[in-house]
């Protein structure tokens, strides 16, 4: 931004704090990312992630690595595991670890390329843009992010 010299540049307040939560898993082989956003991120929300996994993958095992927040297990979380009937194996990483969790690495590149020096006028205009990048980068891409071996 730019002004002239002796001006001031005025910036509008943006009025209340809002903000909005990405909830997401990629899937290690493939790339393929499931994103949601909420206004909250609280165990109903943590769980309709889980569904949402569950619905895209009918079949098979999903194992999914995440860590200890307290988002993360009981109530809820555990009445999807259980309805799954072990189709759904929960990994929980150590404390304080967030280098060993591959998606912490598509959330710093989703911050840089979305986010970074961007100022978004409306919440809705911030999450149709982190929906948008998750779902116009290529899988490649992702998996190249996550560090996925898969071939």
Not at 26 to 50: F, I, Q, S, Y
Request: aromatic fraction near 10%.
């Amino acid at each position: 931004m730019w002004t002239l010299r002796g001006q001031q540049v005025e910036i509008p307040p943006h009025g209340q704090d809002a903000r909005a939560y990405g909830i997401g898993a990629v899937n290690d082989p493939t790339g393929e990312p499931v994103m949601l956003t909420r206004d909250h991120k609280c165990k109903p929300d943590v769980a309709e992630l889980l569904r949402a996994l569950l619905e895209r993958h009918p079949t098979g095992t999903i194992y999914l690595t995440w860590d200890n927040a307290t988002t993360h297990f009981g109530g809820e979380i555990d009445r999807i595991l259980k309805e799954a009937n072990g189709r759904l194996v929960l990994l929980y990483l150590p404390t304080y670890s967030p280098w060993l969790n591959p998606i912490e690495m598509l959330w710093r590149s989703m911050r840089y390329n979305v986010t970074h020096c961007e100022l978004f006028v409306t919440i809705a205009d911030l999450e149709a843009a982190f929906l948008d990048y998750f779902a116009s980068t290529p899988k490649e891409t992702v998996r190249r992010i996550i560090g996925s071996k898969a071939a």
